[in-house]
């Protein structure tokens, strides 16, 4: 557990909620401590690091209407950037998954990688309050602010993708790599969004982020989600 503490720069006074927060519902299953996982850490610590990423857009974008600042932090909460987060701080390595979960991909996975950086989040809120809290998210993730507080205004597809469909579900997009081709310094990626079971675009593109931006862009401009919110 060390690794992790001193990665993020926080000590846990209270370890067990370090080990809460690693804990995937797979393990849980098989040990059958059905209580001792990290989906409650999870939905404390999506609280926590909404109100932590709202109060630093509020600071940084004074000029901004509620709308703006809305989307931005719909940039930084999103799965795909709390997945980012993770990836940063190698938090996959850490896990504590179960046999068939660790076996099928478990420390890659998306879904993973950001239900666990939410219930690291919910942990030293609890463990240390929300200044620990607000530091570890501030001071591990500043360069993804930054990104925001260069380009506020930043043509965002796979963003205003996610916006508009969680207006319907809470669901997110996801985006999968379907097929590459051409030598590594000339590769075309193409990659394709889902949603709800539904098939919403392809994109392709010269790196894996290029491709998910040019799929969601046709996403957006098909919309084949229309009557969803009917059931049509």
């Keep these: 557990m060390e690794t992790i503490e001193s990665r993020i720069g926080y000590h846990f006074a ?23 996982d990290n989906q409650r850490l999870e939905y ?19 000029k901004f209407s509620e709308g703006k600042l809305t989307k931005l932090r719909s940039r930084l909460v999103s799965r795909e ?37 939410e219930a690291l989040a919910g942990a030293i809120y609890l ?13 591990n993730f500043a360069h993804f602010i ?15 993708l ?3 469909l969680q207006a319907l579900t809470p669901s997110s997009p996801s985006y999968r ?5 051409g030598p590594d310094h000339e590769k075309v990626f193409v990659s394709e969004v889902t949603w709800e079971g539904l098939k919403l675009g392809r994109g392709e593109g010269a790196s894996k982020k290029e491709a998910e931006v040019n799929a969601a862009s046709v996403a957006l401009k098909e919309k084949r989600w229309a009557g969803f919110e009917t059931g049509e």
Excluded: M, W
Aim: a negative charge; proline letters at 6%; hydrophobic letters at 35%.
């Design 44 to 62: 404390l610590g999506d609280a926590v690091i909404q109100l932590i990423f709202t109060h630093e857009l509020f600071h940084l974008f004074p």
């Design 81 to 117: 950037a709390l997945c980012r987060f993770a990836e940063t701080i190698k938090l996959g390595h850490h896990l504590r998954l179960g046999k068939g979960e660790d076996t099928s991909g478990g420390r890659e996975r998306p879904s993973n990688l950001a239900d666990a950086l």
């Design 127 to 139: 463990d240390g309050g929300l200044d620990p809290a607000r530091a570890f998210i501030l001071n």
């Design 177 to 181: 790599i379907i097929s590459q081709e």
């Design 14 to 36: 209270n370890p067990l909620l370090l080990e809460e927060a690693l804990t995937h519902p797979s393990l849980a299953y098989e040990t059958k401590r059905q209580r001792f």
């Design 162 to 164: 996610q916006e508009q």
């Design 146 to 160: 930054e990104e925001i507080a260069r380009e506020p205004g930043e043509n965002n597809p796979k963003g205003e």
